[in-house]
């Protein structure tokens, strides 16, 4: 029975149409066991496009960062009708570094791939764009990482795990930065009033939310996804 209700609520705001623009999460990105990168069946997304055919277009992808989205949304939103919907899932990509570049000089400075500034800056400017359309933005904010996980990838093809441990000062600041850039994302829907689909809180609840990540330590699995789409259901529906 609740499921039913939260499929009500949603097909509200899917009736109007929803766009999806971010990065790997939303794409519904997962690791094979041969440690691949795939898009997979099982996704939030792929299986609410299966629920409601023809009523969601998803273009999210793999490495999305929010500038590059920007770019994308700006061409959408030439010939978007208003009242339809956009969903935006960004920061995943960048609150990351170039691994490779610390790890070869971990003494220098080194930034994000989106500095926290231009990102809040590109955010607020993507909103209040789509918006000025008449059409309803969403954001969603970030799953937690696995910094071990994740650190234990990025080094797994040479980048030196010392080199890198000597910029961070300690692995969990990985997890630290990420976590900045996900709040960043809260404070921003409170700010300007928009919906937030908050996943975050959701992992963390779970005992273990690391048993709904990939090996990689930043892809949810297809519990995970499972878990976005329930948080994505019940947010349409508030």
């Known amino acids: 029975m609740a499921f039913q209700v939260f499929a009500s609520g949603l097909s509200k705001m899917i009736n109007r149409g929803i766009e999806i623009f971010g990065d790997s999460i939303m794409k519904g990105i997962m690791l094979d066991d041969a440690g ?3 898009v997979a069946q099982g996704s939030a997304a792929s299986e609410l496009m299966e629920e409601f055919p023809g009523m969601i277009v998803n273009r999210a992808k793999f490495g999305c960062t929010i500038e590059k989205g920007l770019v994308q949304v700006e061409r959408f939103l030439k010939n978007a009708k208003e009242g339809s919907c956009v969903l935006l899932e960004f920061g995943g990509n960048d609150c990351d570094f170039d691994w490779n570049k ?3 000089s971990p003494k220098e400075e080194h930034l994000p791939n989106t500095p926290l500034p231009v990102f809040i800056e ?3 400017k993507m909103i209040s764009l789509i918006r000025e ?10 799953p937690p990482i696995d910094a071990h996980r994740y650190l234990d990838w990025i080094t797994r093809l040479g980048a030196d795990r010392d080199s890198i441990m000597e910029f961070l000062g300690d692995e969990q600041r990985i997890y630290r930065y990420q ?4 709040q960043t994302v809260t404070n921003l829907a409170a700010k300007m009033q928009v919906r937030c689909v908050d996943v975050r809180s959701a992992f963390l609840y779970n ?3 690391g048993r709904l990540m990939c090996e990689d330590g930043i ?3 297809e519990n995970g996804q499972r878990l976005i789409k329930d948080v994505l259901m019940k ?3 508030a």
């Open 179 to 182: 976590e900045l850039y996900s």
């Open 122 to 124: 590109t955010y607020e």
């Open 219 to 221: 892809h949810p699995n």
């Open 235 to 237: 947010t349409c529906t």
């Open 133 to 142: 359309k008449g059409i309803e933005p969403v954001i969603m904010n970030l």
């Open 102 to 104: 610390v790890a070869a």
């Open 36 to 38: 691949r990168y795939y």
């Open 207 to 209: 005992d273990n939310y």
